[in-house]
């Protein structure tokens, strides 16, 4: 069935670090790649999204890159800051609908300051 | 704009039992979707509503079941509750024609005894 692999289950790196989080996905329809910040007692908040015709998008801070036809896309976090620590969610729109996102494990970050 | 708000926000209930929860979207969006999210198996997608229609559903069984008013306000019912029900669950809501971004509400957690 549809799977979205993200990777490393948990990251920890000093303040003023970059850290980076990868994701891989399974269905060849996926054209939607939200990131997600859950902080503890929060519901997800969205952080960041790519659409299948972009090979990069950044804000401040924060950048998404997509691989199609490898089916990788990453999170990349550029002088991380301590309030960047919380739990990151990939997703990937599932059975090419936007509607439903089929979401990874998560990524548990520390920064340490 | 007041984001996605979901009553009530802790609930207890006993094996056999029957809830609903209910959710509503931010102010002009009109698709709410629906997920689980348990330590075990992470955020899972249970349903999405779009003008009170369902317009997609995850692998859940048929206790499980939601319905969308014409506010776009929704309710999910989970019936003959299992210790296994316990989980956080949470709504988020989009604006088809902004990307289907979706925007989560901060969830209702639900303790099966």
């Known amino acids: 069935g549809e799977n979205v692999e993200q990777h490393p289950s948990t990251l920890s790196v000093q303040e003023g670090d970059s850290a980076v989080i990868k994701c891989t996905y399974s269905?060849?329809?996926?054209?939607?790649f939200p990131w997600y910040k859950q902080e503890l007692g929060k519901g997800p908040q969205l952080i960041i999204d790519?659409?299948?015709?972009?090979g990069e998008k950044k804000d401040q801070r924060i950048a998404v890159t997509l691989n199609k036809t490898a089916k990788h896309f990453s999170l990349h976090i550029t002088e991380t800051q301590p309030e960047d620590s919380a739990v990151y969610f990939c997703a990937a729109s599932g059975g090419g609908s936007q509607g439903n996102l089929i979401f990874g494990k998560g990524t548990k970050l520390s920064v340490k300051p | 704009k007041a984001g996605v708000t979901q009553t009530p926000r802790y609930l207890i209930k006993t094996r056999g039992q029957q809830v609903t929860l209910s959710c509503s979207p931010i102010s002009g969006h009109r698709s709410v979707s629906w997920y689980q999210q348990t330590p075990g198996q992470g955020l899972q997608f249970l349903f999405e509503?779009?003008?009170?229609?369902?317009?997609n559903k995850g692998n859940f069984p048929g206790r499980f079941s939601g319905r969308q008013f014409s506010n776009s306000r929704s309710e999910m019912n989970v019936s003959t509750l299992e210790l296994g029900d316990s989980a956080l669950y949470l709504c988020?809501?989009?604006?088809?024609?902004?990307?289907?971004?979706?925007?989560f509400g901060p969830g209702t957690r639900l303790t099966v005894t």
């Open positions: 269905d060849s329809a996926s054209n939607y």
């Open positions: 790519i659409r299948s015709n972009v």
């Open positions: 988020a809501s989009s604006y088809p024609g902004q990307g289907y971004e979706q925007y």
């Open positions: 509503y779009f003008s009170e229609t369902q317009r």
